[in-house]
């Protein structure tokens, strides 16, 4: 457990010394919330209801599909596999400590959004605060799980950022944070769901809890889990 502990601490200091994930999980995220909530709250009615929501949402899915990839790429296309393998450390233990450490700079960065848009832009709060970050843990969670797919999958750092902005730009697009999902053609509505920000916008914006809504994220959860699993033990290989 004590070098479980240390590995979460080290990784944790490696990324805060990327300026990837700096760039991915903070700058660019609060960047666009400074610009874009003034803006959706000025020519949006209403925009201030679900604020916090839809900046969090492009938060998350910027900071796992765009930040984590590369760490992965890093561990797994190098010689730090190499040492992973001589010493008899699983590999899944590279993909655990950068999953668990993306998980806490997206969740400050979550915090961060909560705290300040209400100040800034006078956002409305959740109404429940608990359900609310419980919608947020699992959006997070899900979100990562699918980053980590590209992280293993593809082994050229090009060609990763190229993969993860294709999946980042219709995750926000189709989310229904920039405009309601209703006025977008039946195909593309259909097409947004396969993505965890579609989901994860409609998990955190209800007013009640609803089952159906989080039986995607099992499924999409499940899904990486199991693609995951595949690619590590090819990379083992």
């Not at 000025?42 to 765009?66: C, D, K, R």
């Not at 359900?131 to 990562?144: C, P």
């Amino acid at each position: 457990m004590g070098a479980f502990l240390y590995g979460v601490s080290l990784q944790w200091k490696l990324d805060i010394r990327s300026k990837t994930l700096l760039i991915t999980c903070y700058i660019v995220p609060l960047l666009f919330f400074a610009i874009m909530g003034g803006i959706f709250t000025s020519i949006m009615p209403g925009a201030s209801e679900t604020l916090i929501q839809s900046m969090t949402v492009f938060g998350v899915t910027m900071g796992a599909l765009i930040g984590l990839p590369p760490s992965l790429v890093e561990i797994y296309s190098s010689d730090i596999k190499k040492v992973y393998q001589a010493n008899g450390v699983p590999l899944i233990l590279g993909l655990a400590l950068t999953n668990i450490s993306a998980y806490i700079h997206l969740f400050l960065m979550s915090i961060i959004l909560y705290i300040a848009a209400p100040l800034a832009f006078h956002a409305k709060i959740p109404e429940n605060p608990g359900r609310y970050f419980l919608s947020l843990a699992v959006f997070i969670a899900v979100s990562l799980s699918i980053a980590s797919i590209i992280g293993l999958a593809v082994k050229d750092q090009a060609k990763t950022s190229m993969f993860s902005i294709i999946v980042f730009v219709p995750s926000t697009m189709l989310s229904g944070i920039m405009f309601p999902v209703e006025l977008l053609p039946k195909a593309l509505q259909t097409a947004g769901k396969l993505f965890p920000a579609s989901w994860g916008y409609k998990l955190m914006t209800e007013s009640v809890f609803q089952f159906e809504s989080l039986l995607p994220f099992l499924l999409i959860f499940a899904f990486a889990v199991v693609i995951c699993n595949i690619l590590l033990r090819r990379i083992d290989q």
